[in-house]
């Protein structure tokens, strides 16, 4: 993904800032957009892969939901080759999933991958032996996420994983101050702006809804997966793994 634009989406003064879309704008300076504000962004990749080597079985299925541009998927390609495994690679943005089909023609996969246009909360999921929401969660609405775990639940193999990143909130609201605070000071030091960290911060909100650690522990729990652990923390945002 080399040929991603820089992202100045929200360098100038919006007035009043619109709520965030997955739109051909953002699309065009995702992979620069994502890396620039997500702490760990490249680690948890690059763990995504080796957790996905450790947990793929032969001849099972892996979903990525919410794949943006095939990062995740492309993580786990290649590090499961030659298992007869199949990737199912999903999104709801017909922008970012025509990048995404583009980038994945281009690029040579072991591993049989599947593009599917759809709402993850909709989507069948079965003979899994690993599931991916990196970052995706987040997006779908509070009342659907406990019927989406379960869903994930029952897809999943016995055994299967399930690997979980997201923004954080912390309580109490001093807390949740510090970490968005020490957020923020990453974001400036990759070079975004009071404003663009501030407009950005305004369109996302009651969009990306984030949660506890504890919240999320407690569902997947309660869904019924033997174990749960963040494996990776940085500031607010985490990355958890879960095991059938
Ligand atoms: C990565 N995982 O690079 N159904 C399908 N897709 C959805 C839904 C939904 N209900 N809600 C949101 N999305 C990727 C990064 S980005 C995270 C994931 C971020 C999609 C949405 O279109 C977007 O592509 C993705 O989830 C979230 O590892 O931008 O912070």
Redesign the pocket.
Request: with cysteine; net charge negative; aromatic share 14%.
């Given at each position: 993904m080399s040929d991603s634009n820089h992202d100045n989406l929200f360098a100038n003064p919006l007035g009043k800032v619109p709520g965030f879309v997955?739109d051909q704008a953002v699309v065009d300076v995702?992979p620069d957009?994502?890396s620039r504000?997500?702490p760990g962004?490249e680690t948890i990749?690059s763990h995504t892969g080796e957790l996905a080597y450790r947990y793929v079985q032969p001849n099972t299925q892996c979903y990525?939901?919410?794949?943006?541009?095939g990062?995740?998927t492309l993580a786990i390609s290649q590090r499961i080759g030659g298992r007869g495994a199949k990737i199912i690679a999903?999104?709801?943005?017909n922008a970012?999933l025509e990048k995404c089909s583009a980038i994945m023609s281009k690029t040579k996969s072991a591993t049989d991958i599947e593009l599917v246009n759809?709402?993850?909360?909709h989507i069948e999921i079965s003979n899994a032996s690993l599931v991916?929401?990196?970052?995706?969660l987040?997006?779908?609405p509070l009342e659907q996420r406990h019927s989406l775990l379960e869903k994930i639940y029952r897809g999943l193999n016995p055994s299967g994983c399930l690997i979980l990143?997201e923004k954080l909130n912390f309580e109490p609201e001093s807390l949740n101050t510090l970490l968005s605070e020490l957020h923020h000071d990453f974001k400036r030091a990759q070079g975004y702006s009071d404003l663009e960290i501030s407009q950005k911060r305004d369109s996302i909100e009651n969009v990306?809804v984030p949660e506890t650690l504890e919240t999320h522990i407690k569902r997947i729990r309660a869904c019924g997966f033997q174990s749960a652990s963040p494996w990776f923390q940085c500031f607010n945002f985490c990355s958890l793994v879960a095991i059938k």
């Open positions: 997955f995702f957009m994502i504000s997500v962004y990749l990525d939901l919410g794949c943006s541009l990062a995740s999903v999104d709801n943005s970012m759809g709402d993850i909360c991916v929401m990196n970052f995706t987040q997006f779908v990143s990306l």
